[in-house]
């Protein structure tokens, strides 16, 4: 006989008497998913744009994605909000961006309420909902929904996916990383890559190897336990990381440039019916030069950064078709509700030219083209942090104008697929009505017959902003239940209501037309001219890719839009806007424990986050390792900070003190000692004064001068002439080892160092040594 059960909370049915055998027993029914509930599958990629799935248009070859709209649905009309972790944060709360307080990505957080990046725990996340239905959840993949300065061991680890609902994490909790080799967290700890990429170890291939694992574990032991998996990949973000084989593949076939990719595109979308019959392609980007303007040399490298990227492209679909195909070998795919999308349109951050590593980007530090030629045959290798240039952006969200961090159609119209066997009945067919993000889960809970939850650990629940498009699932000709979605984005903003499209760019429809960079910050002046002057309308319905500005024509329905954007702004925390990216970059926020300007730290620990990590750039520093030496010496990393696509490492090798600092991949600048350092216990110390002020808009770090001590005396200097100005990507700090890609080519990863490394000290403070002797004696030496 089973055991009797009781709803926790209400009255024990059982019987309790003096002993047990008068007794009756009962027991807490554990938390059960109704009979036959579906399980739940989102497939975020990033960055990628509404023209580059095969069954959206591309060239790409991307089967497996194809075949989920084959079997089930493919939707025209999905809208993002431009950019990573405010999608992400609509993706599992069902909730706007702001209101969510995740205005941007969580590295440019400021002060405001709609822009800490810290999402309220009123804002329930659809892992928390299904975890209290009797669900597995499962997080696997880029996380970036936890602000950057809670990253650290430290935590707090509230907002870390178990924090939120999921039971088993396995990804990476940044924006990006190196898919060769990744910054990995399991659960809520640091892990190395399972293996190296002289091995064949690939981010997404592992990614999908975990995620399988979750599931099986769970199912062999309840195979009818429904289970939610959030499947993030790092592609198609940067660094396009790829066996080169793959993007072998491609040769040759992106050689006609990026007008010719999405006339491609488009006929291949107006064919498949993926865009109206009477759309029309956007003009050319005024930021976006001819491909016939270009040298033969430039357009070498263009072809081959698409081609690569085409390879990363390909060779995600492959490893998301392993997990596809595992779900058919156990049972379960025709009884998995999979949802595929894009967090944003693609990605401009390879700036006009394209480069071999995207912390160039970061740091206003753009390459010349000779060294990306220099470069080209390891484009997608370890030793690379490449991205393509703005022509392949403006090509990848074909038919649309712009690209990420913009509100027009080209940052928030992206790829969005449903499907459902067991679900709907529905095949291969194109689904027109308007949706959002947030729509997400409202969808998933009308399929499921859950109500929106009231509380969740206790903490009143917020009303979803979305709803649900489940009705549209079977019937093409349902009416659109979204009717109004505003937008910001850096300053860019746009509203949707009833098929008429308001846009308010910023800093112009382009940056040759506004003769403004991107970031450019948006004064209180600039606002009210903006608002008088500068809105544009479209009407959606008639006008699919923005190609007709009707302001003109329709002045009232422009102010209708304009006065329904501040409406919407009111309700969601939007105000106020803030354009800024390198400001909110660098802005300082608050830390779990008062301002140091002093770190302590110590070998084998997990690294330190960028956003935790002790700020050395542009300012007097030291640092100073305890050390003990065994007979015959030691060697290894004291402290390094970053990768191969720019840090810096303090080292011993070959018995001897060094400092490098690596320039975004394009210069090594060095000190090292002649000294041996002796055998015993010893303080080894290295020095940076600044000589001079940076010039950050121009990519230059501040300058100065390196020194290294050992026990105090001074025994080598040298000038750095220049310095990274704004941030290492990765930038984790590491005591005792440098893992990942090496900082400098003088040794193998990890290099850990091979003596006794007591600690390691950081200091802030500007309070370095100054041996006037030993200075004295090393310039004489250089005369």
Known sequence: MAPKEYRPGTTFPGIIGR???????????????????????????????????????????TPNIDALAEGGLLYNNMHTTALCSPSRSCIMTGRNHHANAMAGITEIATGFPGYNGNIPFENGF?????????????????????????ESAAGPYDRWPLGRGFERFYGFLGGDTSQWYPDLVYDNHQVEPPASPEDGYHLTADLVDKAISFIASAKQVAPDKPFFLNFCTGATHAPHHVPKEWADVYRGRFDDGWDAYREYTFNRQKQRGVVPPDAELSRHDPDVPDWDSLSPDARRLAARMMEVYAGFVSHTDYHIGRLLDFLKDIGEFDDTLIMVVSDNGASPEGGVTGTTNELQFFNNAPEPIEDSLRAID???????????????????????????????????????????????????????QYAHLVDMVPTVLDVLGIEPMSTIKGVPQSPLHGVSFAHTFDNPAAPTLHHTQYFEMLGHRAIDHDGWRAVCPWPGSSFAEADKPFGTPITAEDLGELDAHHWELYHIDEDFAENHDVAAEHPDKLIEMISLWYVEAGKYNVLPIDSSTLQRLIVERPQITPAQTSYTLRAGTETLPAAVAPRVLNRPHSITADVELPPGGAEGVLLSQGT?????????????????????????????????????????????????????AHGKGTPGRAQLYIDRRLVAQSEIPVTTPVAFNPGGMTCGANPGSAVVPDYAPPFRFTGTLHSVTVDLSGDLITDVDSEIRMHMARQ
């Open 19 to 61: 002993t047990t055998d008068v007794s009756s027993p009962a027991w807490p029914q554990p938390v059960r998913a109704v009979s036959g509930a579906p399980n739940v599958l989102f497939i975020v990629l990033d960055d990628t744009g509404f023209g580059q799935f095969g069954c959206y248009g591309s060239p790409m070859a």
């Open 126 to 150: 659809l892992s928390e909902m299904l975890l209290q239905h009797g669900y597995n959840t499962y997080m696997v993949g880029k996380w970036h929904l936890v602000p950057s300065e809670q």
């Open 378 to 432: 390891e484009l997608g290798s370890p030793s690379t942090f490449n991205h393509y240039p703005w022509g392949w952006t403006w090509a990848g969200n074909t038919p649309f104008r712009r690209w990420k961090r913009e509100t027009y159609r080209g940052g928030v119209s992206d790829p969005f697929l449903v499907h459902w066997p067991s679900g709907i009945g529905a095949r291969g067919e194109v689904r027109t």
């Open 644 to 696: 191969n696509a720019g840090g810096w490492s303090f080292y011993v090798k070959d018995g001897r003190l060094h400092y490098a600092h690596n320039y975004v991949r394009r210069a090594l600048y060095r000190v090292s000692c002649t000294d041996t350092v002796p055998e015993g216990r010893h303080e080894l110390r290295f020095e940076f004064e600044p000589t001079d002020m940076p010039d950050i």
